[in-house]
């Protein structure tokens, strides 16, 4: 397999986890608590640093496949639907989110992203 396409299936894989990751916050922006949480606020900025970074390695002035534009395309699409909410509250240490010690929906989706990451 050539150095070039090995490449580009890493780039795809790593959209396809940042896509996943937008798509699970982008549900968790309905979630009662986790949308008002100050860790579900600090996932989606980390989860944007971390696609800004992605991005910009991927606009090297090159042709793009089909398939990374359409990847591309459903980030946009997914982040124009994302708001953070103003005043974000911290669930955990106001005793209001009940799951378990350590469990914190929106901090695991990037941990997710992270393994990914190790990976390529």
């Known amino acids: 397999m050539l150095e070039t396409e ?22 968790l ?8 949480c100050n860790s579900f606020v600090k996932s989606i900025e980390a989860a944007q640093d ?16 089909e398939e990374m534009r359409k990847l591309l ?5 997914t982040l124009s639907q994302m708001s953070i909410p103003d005043n974000p509250v911290r669930q955990k240490k106001e005793e209001n989110c009940k799951l378990p010690a350590g469990v914190c929906f929106a901090k695991s989706v990037l941990t997710v992203y992270e393994k990914i990451e190790e990976q390529v």
């Open 6 to 27: 090995t490449l580009i299936e890493k780039e795809i894989n790593l959209l396809r986890g940042m896509g996943y990751v937008f798509n699970v916050l982008s549900y």
């Open 29 to 36: 922006q309905d979630e009662p608590l986790c949308s008002k």
């Open 50 to 65: 971390k696609f800004l970074a992605l991005e910009k390695s991927l606009n090297k002035n090159r042709g793009m496949p």
């Open 73 to 77: 395309l459903n980030i946009y699409a």
